[in-house]
């Protein structure tokens, strides 16, 4: 009987007051016992390492990235050696477009002074027609000379 | 009155192509030339040249290297014309000087270009681009020389 009135003023059921020492000595020991095992119940779980899962996944996933560009590297080199035409065919257009771009872009040229006189009327002088139908870059000069 | 909704329709579609072919035409653009009349007083010596010559150097040595060395600028004129237009200037010995733009050939696109310089007159064809001199004029020691570039321009 004290034992049960000892375990309900240890659970706070009972009023604790006037407590002869034996059933305070129960009391005590029912409360060491109840945090002793309440103790033993709370998980004791330490926080998960987060940093070093963290650190593992990016290890596995540069891992994999380099082998993924190593792999992506050797397939193209692969392809270049095994199929030349695919690097070629457009280097080669390109090579060529250069070149009639260079044959057919005008640069700078001298201009094309040749000059037809078709004809001329004047009551007096002379006209003398000075030209050089080997040199188009040569002005023509249409002298009129006054006589007198 | 499905009929009549179908009349009404060709109607507007035919007053509509009437009035287009009715419309003016764009007319073809017709060539336009920028002329160009450097005036120039040549004299044998000392050698000079203009600075406003710099760009005509190598013509007017091409040219006239063999008979003057001294080229001063006595004025410069330029127009943008139309077929049938012309540039004047005056010459330092009073004359004037025109240049017309009569069109472009056909076959081979060469500027017509008409020249007056009182009773003289004469007929050329250059390229786009190309200069050609007027020369013999007196004024005082010097010989007048007029140079005629003509281009089209756009």
Redesign the interface.
Known sequence: MDRRKAMRIADGEAPEQDLDPRLRAEVEAFRALSDEVREAATPRRAPPDFEAFFRGVEARYEAAREARSDRGLARWWKGIRERPLWWMAPVGAALAAAALLALTVPGERA???????????????S?VI?QDPD????????????EG | MLRRGIRVWVFAAATLALAASAMPRKAAAEPRAEVTLTVILARREPPKLHPGLQKMWDTLRRSFGDKFSFFDLAGETSRRLAEGERVETTLPNGDRFAAIFQGVTEDKGLLRIHLEMGEFRTKVRVHDGGVFFQAGRRHGDATVLIGVRAALVP
């Open positions: 201009p094309n002074n040749a000059c037809f006189v078709d004809s001329y009327d004047l009551d007096r002088g006209v000075d040199d188009p870059s040569r002005a023509t000069v249409i002298w009129f000379l006054e």
